[in-house]
């Protein structure tokens, strides 16, 4: 049995083993994982540009209702208003995302600037 004070030299090796298999299949899913996460952001950002729209204009419509004594007629522009233009910025926004998803990335196997590697940190030698 090893006494306390003596180190054990497998154990650093084996965990830089298993720390580098990590690393190296982390790098390989990093590239297929960033554009899926930005393809559902951008999906995201559209799903809220169209319900804050929509609200706004649904906001200012109850405002203009309140003030000036309109009853529904203001909720009703207003909702109609908020959606158009709604509709109108999520068309613009997905096409200006189309555009950039056709163009060819400057670096083949690369997406939009993601290198795919690990931090940038150097590793620790282990005496």
């Known amino acids: 049995m090893p006494k306390a004070d003596e180190p054990n030299d497998k154990a650093p090796q084996s965990l830089d083993a298993r720390l580098a298999a990590f690393e190296a299949r982390r790098a390989a899913e990093k590239p297929v994982k960033a554009q ?11 799903l809220a540009d169209l319900i804050g729209g929509v609200l706004v204009g649904l906001g200012f419509g109850w405002l ?14 207003g909702l109609l208003i908020g959606l158009g233009i709604a509709i109108f910025s999520i068309v613009r ?35």
């Open 93 to 127: 926004k997905a096409m200006k995302l189309s555009a950039q998803a056709s163009a060819p990335s400057p670096v083949p196997g690369k997406v939009d600037g993601d290198t795919g590697d690990g931090p940038t940190v150097p590793k620790q030698k282990r005496d």
């Open 36 to 46: 899926s996460e930005r393809a559902q952001q951008d999906g995201y950002r559209l």
């Open 64 to 77: 203009l209702d309140h003030y000036v004594h309109t009853s529904p007629w203001g909720m009703v522009g």
